[in-house]
């Protein structure tokens, strides 16, 4: 779309907007008059209404002699007009021009809004009136917005500006007048899906005439908006494609209707699950892990045939068209970005689908492809690359089966690789949609009539889309994405996961507290089985525990040793040299050896003076027998 800009005046509490009709350079040579500008539409009042089948004669030759003017009084009365509290949308056949007020409009008894046109200055005026200063402040103070606040502060006193942010403003096509507000780059301007369409309460007026005219809708959409007629019903997928007669909707239109389903269709719950991990099925390879091999292409026959039949009637056409626009002109320029942005929607929705089925294209192929650009569902017109994407992210979480921003975002990285080298690689996946829509179930033709069809020859031709100039689409888009946030979705996306970090922690902390009565109860119960099997503990309290039956045990071990040391005193002295050496080998502890030590010791004694004792007593009665012999 072109962007123009609007000047206006105050006047109290009243504001009059003058806008410039697009085609003011295409002025011609002579302006239609009131008068045979009302020819046309008599005769178009006439055809509409039944009751009227005939025509006045001097109606009729007004008809035939301002032919040429009726197709200007046509351009003038195609509008499409929406309006908020703070701002106007004013959508004038080509262009859109939009203004930002300070001030708050008086919306509440606007019923009827009559626009004149001055056929000489072609351009439109138009008033609103505004809430006095005082009350617009009081409402904006007891409002909610932070904007609002900063706004009334500031009153009716415009914010001084210089030349050089004129020419920014002029530049970077934001609106110029002394009551826009400026935000930052992050942040949206205004939420255009809250806007109001006022178009069917609007009424022209031309300069100098009392004749009042209806606004009509008759739109551009398709390649390049060339296509103005109705599309074939039959050919429309009423399950994907969600505008039936794209031809009366204007682009800002068709843009609130997209957003407004992308709102209704986005599920919280869904964006969660595939936010930690990517739900895979069992048997399939995660998304996140595919490499495409853009490089290694093969084309069938069908494919080979359909393009060879595509590009004999891009010849044809050629041969017959006029000669071309000016390159430099705003028009030609605007065409020409919209042709490149409109491709770069095609080809994310590609993309996604080709990472999400390894390649290997499935029965929901041609939805995928479908559903995930707005080209194809509500033949919107996208003039920067950063619309094109923010467009893709939302769909991408919104629809298919895997709903992550990462997952997203790679896509947009594979498209850039195919816009670096893979032409080959393209042109082939553009002629794969185009046999899916054709001969899937339901019948996608129409997609094929007003898009792909020219996309296909506009990438095949290298004098149109040559290969720097690809490399050219796929800096600037590789720029863009690196600025492309969560924020930007305006789906409160990044508030979701804050959320599930949220469960998850409260989680983790009842399970944690969950765990630790029940160990602390398990132990406690061990420790009133150990008191209740302890016998010990009636004697000594001091020694309930393990540590007071292994000493008790090795007490008792003691004992023994001692008894087996005091038999072995009496044993023959080979056993008791096997004894000592077994006990040398068993490796006792130091304290039992020294206990056996002194054992031994004390029995050799006793028994050393056993010994004595016989002896002595053998002695004595050797001594008596000597005594009485002698005797």
Known sequence: MLYGQITHTYQENTCTFLIPHPHAREKPSHSPTPAEAEAPAEAEAAEAEPGRGVVDASAQSGADAGCAEALHVDRIRNCDIFIDSHDLYFYADVKLYKFHIRRTFDLRELKTLLIKFNPEDNHYQLCLRCLPAATAATTQDGSSGGGGGASSSIGDAPKPKTVRKEYIATFLRLPATADAMYLSDKESLVQEWKLKRITDQCQLQLEGSERIYKLTNHFGYGYASKYNGPPEISDVDKSTCRVLEPHRLSPIQRLQDRIVDEMKRFSRDQYKMNFVELQVPSGHQNPLRYKPKIFETSMTQEQAH???NLSREALQKQQTDEEPGDPDSPLERLKQKEIDCGLISIMLAICYDVRTTNNDPTCESAWTRSI??????YYEQFDNYRD????FLRRAITYPLFRNFELGRQCVRDAIEVLKGGRNWLINQLLLTHQQFASGEPCRESFNTHYLEDYIRYVTNPNVCSDEHLRLLARNVKNVLMDVTKKHLN??????????????MQEMRLTAGGESPSLQHGQGGDDDMDLDNDTSGQE????????SVITDSFDSMDMDMRLIENEAVYAPDDEDDEDDDDDDDGGADDDNEDTASSTTTSSEAEGNSVIEQCSNSETAASNSISTTSTK
Do not use: S, Y
């Not at 995930?372 to 569902?377: A, D, N, Q, S």
């Not at 990044?494 to 949220?502: N, S, Y």
């Open 306 to 308: 359909l393009l060879h």
């Open 372 to 377: 995930l650009c707005p080209l194809f569902c």
């Open 388 to 391: 094109v994407l923010v467009a």
């Open 491 to 504: 789906l409160g996306v990044t508030e979701i996961e804050t959320e599930l970090i949220q469960e998850l």
């Open 540 to 547: 000594d309290e001091t020694t309930t525990d393990d540590d």
